[in-house]
């Protein structure tokens, strides 16, 4: 995947002739080519990088009928192509598009969140699915925001640049030190600053964690915040309704740290378990809108193969403050 994305990438002024060239065709023209695109591409894919897309699908969703697998990674690789059309050639053109390609439901539950903060911020939280570059775009329009990302690699670092001159701003996971990382996080939401929070990043350093019932590692720094300042989480994704329009979808806010509370836990146990009903998120989301989930060619990386969980945890609360801020760059 990152190699196909780095043909579109690593040639800037390739990109920027490009894209002066295809302003001139209309919005519906596009969509089109981007459709015809994406069938080329399913062909051309289909016996080697979707056959461990169809594979993962499989293994984590269960045994479907083939219409069906074929239908979901027909949809992954428009998903893809038109993602990336997004990204490249019409992020210059968002604040005059989105109106008419931005479906939004929920929006009143942010403004629930900023409520129950309390003159502090609160985290947005979302996995992978759909335009997600978009969808922080969105967001930055309402709200004073912060994000932190990876774009340590090459291929991907001229997506996050885009954006990032387009007034989204973001830490980046790679080169930012984790101490320094977390303090910029904390002081944003303490200050009613927004947190923009992908949580299936995965990192072989994460503490051990469950998704789709897998022993797997994610990151549990919104877990983290949410908990030690009392901020609400607003559970949040989008998906891909038709060629370039969406629809975001926020939830009601989560208020993790009365529930905890209640429950009389505190400390590493709270956090796992309260990470655990952030990640049983994702996966309802992973499961309504499968097609949307960008970490199907690669997801199988990441289950653990000789499972210790008393074990790692026990390590991890020995590493200390230094680690779990780290963890806080999903």
Not at 205 to 233: D, K, Q, W, Y
Not at 260 to 277: C, I, K, Q, T, V
Request: aromatic fraction near 14%; hydrophobic fraction near 45%.
């Amino acid at each position: 995947m990152y190699e196909w994305i780095s043909k579109l990438t690593l040639n800037e002024r390739r990109l920027l002739r490009i894209e002066r060239v295809l302003r001139v065709f209309p919005i519906w023209m596009m969509s089109a080519a981007c459709s015809m695109l994406a069938v080329v591409l399913y062909r051309a894919f289909r016996k080697g990088f979707l056959k461990r897309v169809e594979h993962n699908l499989i293994d984590l969703l269960g045994e479907m009928p083939k219409s069906s697998l074929k239908a979901i990674s027909k949809h992954y690789v428009q998903n893809v192509v038109f993602t990336l059309y997004e990204i490249l050639f019409l992020s210059a053109r968002l604040k005059k598009l989105h109106a008419n390609h931005f479906d939004v439901q929920g929006e009143e539950h942010l403004e629930d969140a900023q409520r129950q903060a309390k003159g502090k911020g609160f985290i947005v939280y979302a996995p992978h699915v759909g335009n997600f570059f978009n969808y922080y775009w969105y967001l930055t329009k309402k709200f004073d925001c912060l994000t932190v990302a990876s774009a340590g690699s090459p291929e991907l670092k001229p997506l996050y640049m885009k954006f990032a001159a387009m007034g989204c701003n973001g830490l980046d996971y790679d080169s930012v030190p984790p101490l320094e990382l977390y303090r910029t996080l904390k002081k944003h939401v303490q200050s009613g600053g927004i947190i923009f929070i992908l949580g299936d990043f995965w990192r072989p350093t994460f503490p051990l964690s469950r998704l789709f019932g897998r022993l797997t590692r994610t990151p549990e720094g919104a877990a983290m915040i949410a908990l030690e300042h009392r901020v609400p989480v607003v559970p949040f994704y989008g998906y891909r309704v038709q060629g370039f329009k969406h629809r975001l979808v926020f939830g009601f806010p989560m208020r993790l740290h009365e529930q905890f509370e209640r429950s009389g836990r505190s400390g590493r146990s709270e956090r796992a378990e309260a990470n655990l009903l952030l990640n049983a998120f994702m996966e309802r989301v992973i499961r309504e809108q499968p097609s949307a989930w960008f970490y199907w060619f690669n997801v199988h990386e990441r289950w653990e193969k000789a499972p210790s969980l008393a074990a790692d945890n026990t390590s991890n609360d020995a590493i200390g403050s230094i680690d779990l801020t780290a963890e806080a760059a999903g």
